[in-house]
């Protein structure tokens, strides 16, 4: 079963900082790239990063570049986001999600979806 499972969300205030980590299971680690999304209620989805775990290359939205740092440890299957520099428009629910490859992260193309986790930054 695959399973991506998110966690260190929370209440931050602006500027200060949050580590977001994606633990996966159920498939080989490194065949896949994880993204991560964002998304509030009445709003749309975003993916906002995205890394090929047997490369390390990774890609960004441009309303993240610059704040966001996603990294993947493949000896524990788990990649995280590392956001700097927080601000209240950064409040969502952010997904940790697999596909192939990053080639089109930003269209959201990802098989596999966590259960997301609530990061709140307050102004």
């Known amino acids: 079963e695959v399973q991506l499972v998110e966690s260190g969300g929370g209440l931050v205030q602006a500027g200060e900082s949050l580590r977001l980590s994606c633990a996966v299971s159920g498939f080989t680690y490194d065949d896949y790239a994880i993204g991560w999304v964002r998304q509030a209620p009445g709003k749309q989805r975003e993916a906002v990063s995205c890394i090929s775990t047997d490369d390390g290359i990774t890609h960004y939205a441009d309303s993240v570049k610059g704040r966001f740092t996603t990294s993947s440890d493949n000896a524990k299957n788990t990649v995280y986001l590392q956001m700097n520099s927080l601000k209240p428009e950064d409040t969502d629910v952010y997904y940790c999600?697999?596909?192939?490859?990053?080639?089109?992260?930003?269209?959201?193309?990802?098989?596999?979806w966590g259960q997301g986790t609530q990061v709140t930054v307050s102004s």
């Open positions: 999600a697999g596909y192939v490859d990053c080639s089109y992260y930003y269209l959201l193309t990802f098989d596999y």
